[in-house]
């Protein structure tokens, strides 16, 4: 974990990419959390182990894996899981269970691919706030402002240097909730992240 996080520093520092941090509500110390974010870009795995100051492990499909350079930084600190499957996607989710057990926190992109659209969140999937409710685990959202005007979806030929902004939200505790609240759970993280995402003037929505 050390070494993937001195990496992206050094990384994003010599390409000229500053990342700030902005702070609605800090990280309580000692607590472990389910970090989540927006996904809209691969600057994103760089930007994740510098938003993340405390020790985690995420949760990330396994083909992002072979991407060079970027796929050593991911690989050693997510548990891969192949979405085709659903045995995988289980044992994927159980791994991370395992994970806040030991006191660990970890990090779940909730649109489980790339948001290619002008919407500012695509709808979000059950897992991070089925594993929330299950382990008792606040969730931290986090808002990742310029990872795609650094470098778009589109192309590895468009990165750039410039601002890296990562807007750490209010957390949002599933305390007393049971799974049939999973839904509710959702959809009040995802208000909350849209909204946000609008009042920050999220590059890629549509006005």
């Known amino acids: 974990m050390y070494s993937a996080r001195l990496l992206a520093q050094v990384w994003l520092f010599l390409i ?7 702070i609605e509500q800090p990280l309580r110390p000692g607590v472990s959390y ?18 993340i100051p405390v020790a985690f492990r995420g949760l990330g499909k396994a083909e992002a894996g072979k991407i060079p ?20 996607r289980a044992k994927s989710l159980n791994d991370l269970r395992q994970i806040l057990k030991r ?16 919407t500012p969140l ?20 986090m808002l990742f402002l310029d990872a795609v005007d650094r470098l778009h979806w589109k192309s590895v030929f468009s990165l750039n240097p410039g601002k890296l902004r990562t807007v750490y939200l209010e957390e949002i505790s599933p305390e007393n909730l049971t799974l049939e609240q999973v839904p509710q759970l959702k959809k009040t993280v995802h208000e909350r992240m849209q909204q946000k995402l609008r009042e920050y003037h999220a590059s890629w929505i549509a006005s």
């Open 16 to 22: 000229g990419i500053l990342h700030r941090r902005i």
């Open 34 to 51: 389910i970090f989540i974010s927006n996904h809209n870009s691969y600057m994103d795995i760089p930007q994740i182990l510098r938003a």
């Open 69 to 88: 350079i970027f796929g050593w930084v991911y690989n050693s600190v997510v548990v891969t899981v192949l979405r085709s499957s659903a045995e995988h």
């Open 103 to 118: 006191g660990i926190s970890v990090y779940i992109a909730p649109e489980g691919t790339f948001n290619m659209a002008t």
């Open 122 to 141: 695509l709808p979000f999937f059950d897992g991070a706030f089925k594993l929330a409710i299950e382990t008792q685990t606040p969730i931290k959202p």
